[in-house]
T-cell receptor, first 114, second 115 residues
Framework: AQKVTQAQTEISVVEKEDVTLDCVYE???????LFWYKQPPSGELVFLIR??????QNEISGRYSWNFQKSTSSFNFTITASQVVDSAVYFC???????????FGTGTKLQVIP | KAGVTQTPRYLIKTRGQQVTLSCSPI?????VSWYQQTPGQGLQFLFE???????NKGNFPGRFSGRQFSNSRSEMNVSTLELGDSALYLC??????????????FGPGTRLTVT
């Protein structure tokens, strides 16, 4: 069975601080995909990134970066110079390759204080 | 491109009744997935439809069912509603073709309250 653990339930940071959201996953599959989604207060989940298990390169997109470490089964997400608009619940998710059956973590609620 | 739309947005039903929720995916997307989101259980996968066929299924009782039409629009049905079915039901669409799973685009959800 697949499992995604986001141990941080809630994080509060002051604007412009950097923050890292942790994600640890469990799977027996050799090929799988990892995702991050953002759910702002408005409620609609927004896709952030998709990464397959063979691609361990870190990725940077503006103020967002992701660190994928297969050895520790982690796929952490860092926001640099956080802004109030980053306040949201962030979900890490996992799916076996070839299947659109996604297991979500419980989410980390990030509050950025101005 | 229009996003994923879900109707209705809010619904109040009584225990024992049944309900049908509707989802229209992004144009060109052939996969539609349904999720239940509750404060206690989080986001849980219900099922996925692709080309009118249920391709994947989560661990929900048979009271939860769905279907997909030839235009990729999907409906989910919950029969014999229970109080515990109160939740936000999210629909997500994706390409669904081989090489996946692909990123999903979510609708705003239907907030179901069972009294």
């Amino acid at each position: 069975a697949q499992k995604v653990t986001q141990a941080q339930t809630e994080i509060s940071v002051v604007e412009k601080e950097d923050v890292t959201l942790d994600c640890v996953y469990e799977t027996r599959d050799t090929t799988y995909y990892l995702f991050w989604y953002k759910q702002p207060p408005s409620g609609e989940l927004v896709f952030l990134i998709r990464r397959n298990s063979f691609d361990e390169q870190n990725e940077i997109s503006g103020r967002y970066s992701w660190n994928f470490q297969k050895s520790t089964s982690s796929f952490n997400f860092t926001i640099t110079a956080s802004q109030v608009v980053d306040s949201a619940v962030y979900f890490c998710a996992l799916s076996e390759a070839g299947y659109q059956k996604v297991t979500f973590g419980t989410g980390t609620k990030l509050q950025v204080i101005p | 491109k229009a996003g994923v739309t879900q109707t209705p947005r809010y619904l109040i039903k009584t225990r024992g009744q049944q309900v049908t929720l509707s989802c229209s995916p992004i144009s060109g997307h052939r996969s539609v997935s349904w999720y239940q989101q509750t404060p206690g259980q989080g986001l849980q996968f219900l099922f996925e439809y692709f080309s009118e066929t249920q391709r994947n299924k989560g661990n929900f009782p048979g009271r939860f069912s769905g279907r997909q039409f030839s235009n990729s629009r999907s409906e989910m049905n919950v029969s014999t509603l229970e109080l515990g079915d109160s939740a936000l039901y999210l629909c997500a669409s994706s390409l669904g073709t081989s090489g996946g799973p692909y990123e999903q685009y979510f609708g705003p959800g239907t907030r179901l309250t069972v009294t």
